[in-house]
């Protein structure tokens, strides 16, 4: 219960970036649906249209949508310039702004709809305008449905925003996905209740403007709002007073060792005098287009993996070509610089229980090929949909029973727990050797090397500083080292938080 606590009185910020995001989107989706609903009550072809768009955002995943608008944005700002952001606030806020129109919409129009003809045709009948027909007489008798349209967004919104953390924008969904990763259930519990609560607090504030304006109760509409706005304007000044223009941020996947790193980064700078932010939880494309653009400063990656999807690579040079094409690659095409090689290799790898292997007879990928169609596969969220997968699985003709996708964490569990017979590794994760699995050979090379590197930002770069002081964690780090600090974060029992273990890593490689 402690924990619990500790990590809900660490949630200021998170929580002050949550309600500026969903009352942001809320207020845009009201915009957006209140015009629009009054349009459609005057035409039947536009309110068809109107609410069949609306329903068909609803059918899209919230994670999704959040996703779509990351290229989307991307292509505008080959148009519209440098400028325009494509990570963080503004794909947050529009795809969320989406989310909310539906019951904003529905509800309004559906209120026009049953309004009595006789209220409608008495206000005609006195002569009055469009807009004080709307003005007068719809908007006080629609107010109380429209009002529980906004109750519902409000609360579908404060939920959909956790996810914004996946393409970079400060939530609650930061320790919810940060605490999912390393089994760190205090962290998660903490989110969830922060996000419930808030959800909680955002209801019923609007209800009570909602009865205010079904009982005709000033008090209760200008009560209920005031205090939503107070809130609103306290978590813009504590914001306000956090942020910072000068802070170097830096990005990670969402996984154990890309927290580490960035907390390893992070201390570095951060005993130099640097402000430094960080955005986890991001997907590799994102990562890269994310550092490319500057969106973040600091990224760390895998040679394999920017081999395949950046490159779109199949073949395998070796590793020294591997690199050095790479590091040409990004200063010549998208001018972020390779700062070098950590000093270890996460690749993927197709792994198995021991036992399992042994009762098998699997010792390389050309055995475990015969023993596939009888086999179940697991791999993480986006290993079925990466290159390397279809160049291993070409290879060797693999063709299992069935495959699952799991979240890193859940992916090691299965395994153990037999939910899964192979699953995608990683050569660095301290769980292989903790759960005593079994790398399967890649006989044939298939899987391209993953070398550890560092990319900076084309501006990043520039700074002479910050390089000086990322330079001595270049080749500092072996794969033991490594192992040693992922399962400080992963194993169960005396977990360590990502901070703790990058402190570990620094003493341990002499730092």
């Known amino acids: 219960m402690t924990d619990i606590l500790d990590a809900l009185l660490g949630l200021g910020d998170k929580l002050a970036a949550h309600v500026i995001l969903a009352a942001a989107a809320i207020a845009l989706g009201i915009a957006i649906a209140l015009p629009l609903a009054v349009w459609a009550s005057r035409s039947q072809p536009v309110a068809k249209i109107a609410l ?12 999704a949508l959040l996703a779509l608008f990351f290229p989307i944005l991307l292509s505008l700002r080959a148009v519209f310039g440098e400028g325009l ?18 019951p904003i919409l529905r509800n309004a129009v559906t ?53 914004s953390t996946t393409i970079g ?13 390393t089994q760190n259930w205090a962290l998660v519990l903490a989110g969830c209740i922060a996000s419930a609560g808030l959800a909680i607090i955002a209801d019923t504030l609007l209800g009570a403007v909602e009865r205010g304006f079904a009982e005709r109760k000033k008090w209760l509409i200008w009560g209920g709002g005031a205090i939503a706005l107070l809130g609103i304007a306290a978590s813009a000044w504590a914001l306000r007073a956090q942020s910072n223009d000068d802070a170097v941020v830096i990005g990670a996947k969402s996984f154990s060792e890309q927290y580490i790193l960035a ?15 960080y955005r986890d939880g991001l997907g590799s494309a994102v990562v890269h287009n994310a550092v490319t653009t500057g969106a973040i400063d600091i990224a760390f990656d895998y040679t394999g993996t920017i081999w395949t999807n950046q490159l779109g690579r199949t073949d395998n040079p070796g590793r020294e070509e591997t690199y050095q094409t790479i590091a040409a690659w990004e200063r010549e095409t998208t001018g972020t610089r390779v700062l070098g090689r950590l000093g270890f290799e996460n690749a993927y790898a197709l792994a198995m229980r021991q036992d399992r292997a042994a009762q098998l007879g699997i010792v390389t990928m050309e055995d475990l090929a015969r023993a596939a169609p009888n086999l179940t596969i697991g791999g993480d969220v986006e290993f079925f949909e990466r290159p390397e997968w279809i160049a291993v699985r070409d290879a060797y003709s693999l063709k299992f029973a069935d495959q699952r996708n799991f979240t ?4 090691y569990d299965a395994l153990t727990g037999g939910e899964a017979d192979v699953i995608s590794a990683y050569t660095s994760d301290g769980r292989v050797a903790a759960d005593k699995l079994v790398i399967i050979e890649d006989i044939k090379g298939a899987f391209p090397s993953y070398d550890a590197i560092v990319l900076l930002s084309p501006d ?52």
């Open 111 to 163: 209120a026009r709809e049953h309004m009595a003809a006789g209220v409608l045709e008495a206000a005609d009948g006195v002569g009055m305008t469009g807009w004080q027909k709307l003005r007068m007489v719809e908007a006080p008798l629609a107010a109380p449905y429209i009002m529980a349209g906004i109750r519902t967004a409000a609360v579908w919104t404060i939920g959909a925003a956790t996810l």
């Open 460 to 511: 990043t770069a520039q700074d002479a500083k910050l390089v000086a002081i990322l330079e001595p964690l270049m080749g500092a780090i072996d794969v033991d080292a490594m192992r040693r600090a992922n399962f400080a974060v992963d194993r169960l029992d005396n977990k360590k938080s990502p901070r703790a273990a990058a402190e570990e890593l620094a003493r341990d490689i002499g730092l």
């Open 408 to 411: 890193s964490t859940f992916m």
């Open 85 to 102: 952001p494509t990570l963080g606030f503004l794909p947050a806020l529009l795809a969320l702004a989406l989310y909310a129109l539906l």
């Open 52 to 63: 069949g768009f609306a329903s068909l955002v609803q059918t899209i995943p919230a994670l």
């Open 263 to 277: 907390q390893l980064v992070g201390q570095r700078l951060e005993d130099a005098g640097y402000a430094v932010e």
């Open 169 to 181: 924008q400060p939530s609650l969904g930061d320790p919810i996905f940060a605490g999912l990763q």
